[in-house]
């Protein structure tokens, strides 16, 4: 394998059919070239997917109250549903097995929030500790809401990053007070969310706090909970049907009627991607699989033209004394070197070209277009394979001619 007057050899040999070396690492390079961008794309799409629904836990469900669009059991329609805190005890003791984290929720919009002179509108939202698992948010500094917030109706808050942006630029925003709406409210807390700058401009405050500045006794705008990550994708949607007769029995709503309690299941979205990424995930290893062939299939042929080129070269090396094993080495050696400098430059190129048009892509909803290493590494594994293969067959075949019929080969 390291013998210098082998590989002088080869090289010499390279040099000396630059065209027809320069076919065949093309027809190699290419293949890689094309898996590699290939698969980035298909990953780019995984990514928007993946990202589409990061801004919640997957497992999140959602309840909204609406007007009702049907008259039922004497009501007429058009009535409003509140949602009101015997409503969360009363979900609470029907599913205490099916539901993990829960919160109730009061949300005030273009709340002025004012820091030493700096000021901007946000959502005040009223949630429970319960609710930032929901929002999947990460405490980058300081802690989240408490229960004993929540008890002693503190006033304090939690708030997203690009808040803390906004108001005190690059200072730390941990223990100051900010005023909203002119009332003091300490920042114990801030958060950053997977879901982006939206979801990162929120402030959070105790359920009870905001309930008793933005609503009449105990009315609330809507219940968040997460589900029992035991449960199945079909066992949770029959939860959240489930939840939703329930509700609508509770609150006399006609069953047919979809307007009046909406119960929003990521459940629901959660199953459909993961149809259509197997679908994508088919997709991609079927094309991967068919650039592979087709480079395999290119690799084969180059590899028979090129041993039947050099019929009369090695019918002199088997007169000069050359043995067939050497002659099938020197073959494979050369072919194995080839495939696995044109790959590693496919690679290589491909990588490249994806870092390069990465960006311009987000625009036709591919993000972060890449390929994991082990996945191009193996495909080139797979082609420097097929090359010695390649190499190998038409070589032994060559290395067993007789040197007088190999001199005489036209």
Do not use: C
Request: aromatic content about 10%; glycine content about 8%; charged content about 20%.
């Amino acid at each position: 394998m390291f013998d210098l007057d082998r590989w002088q050899e080869i090289f010499q040999t390279i040099s000396k059919n630059k065209l027809r070396t320069l076919l065949s690492g093309f027809t190699i390079a290419f293949a890689i070239l094309l898996f590699t961008l290939l698969f980035g794309v298909g990953n780019g799409l995984k990514h928007t997917f993946e990202k589409q629904f990061s801004s919640d836990a997957a497992n999140s469900v959602y309840i909204r109250a609406g007007v009702t669009t049907k008259p039922y059991k004497g009501l007429q329609s058009g009535r409003t549903i509140q949602f009101r805190n015997d409503d969360g005890k009363f979900i609470n003791e029907k599913f205490e097995d099916e539901i993990q984290f829960f919160s109730p929720n009061v949300e005030r919009y273009n709340v002025q929030a004012i820091y030493e002179g700096e000021h901007n509108n946000y959502t005040v939202r009223g949630v429970y500790p319960d609710y930032q698992p929901l929002e999947s948010a990460e405490i980058k500094d300081g802690r989240f809401l408490s229960y004993l917030d929540l008890k002693s109706k503190a006033k304090v808050v939690a708030i997203g990053r690009l808040v803390e942006k906004d108001l005190f630029g690059n200072k730390n925003a941990l223990g100051k007070n900010i005023s909203l709406d002119g009332i003091s409210y300490k920042v114990v807390g801030v958060f950053s969310d997977p879901g982006g700058d939206q979801d990162e401009r929120f402030i959070y405050t105790p359920f009870s706090t905001a309930q008793g500045m933005y609503r009449i006794n105990d009315e609330l705008d809507r219940f968040g909970l997460t589900y029992n990550p035991k449960l199945t994708v079909d066992q949770a949607l029959e939860f959240s049907n489930l939840l939703t007769k329930v509700l609508q029995e509770k609150h006399n709503v006609d069953p047919r009627d979809q307007a009046a309690i909406r119960v929003q299941n990521y459940a629901e979205g959660t199953k459909s991607v993961k149809q259509f990424m197997t679908v994508l995930n088919v997709i991609i290893l079927f094309i991967g699989i068919g650039t592979l062939v087709a480079g395999i299939i290119g690799i084969s042929n180059i590899m028979v033209y090129i041993v039947k080129e050099r019929t009369k070269e090695l019918g002199i090396r088997k007169a000069l004394g050359a043995t067939p094993n050497s002659i099938i080495g020197m073959i494979m050696m050369e072919s194995i070197f080839v495939t696995a400098v044109a790959g590693y430059a496919g690679l290589l190129i491909g990588v490249f070209t994806l870092k390069a048009i990465g960006k311009s892509l987000e625009k036709y909803f591919i993000l972060n277009p890449s390929v994991e290493t082990y996945v191009v590494v193996g495909a080139t594994i797979i082609l420097i394979i097929a090359g010695t293969i390649a190499g190998y067959i038409p070589a032994k075949r060559a290395a067993s001619i007789k040197p007088i019929v190999a001199l005489n080969d036209e």
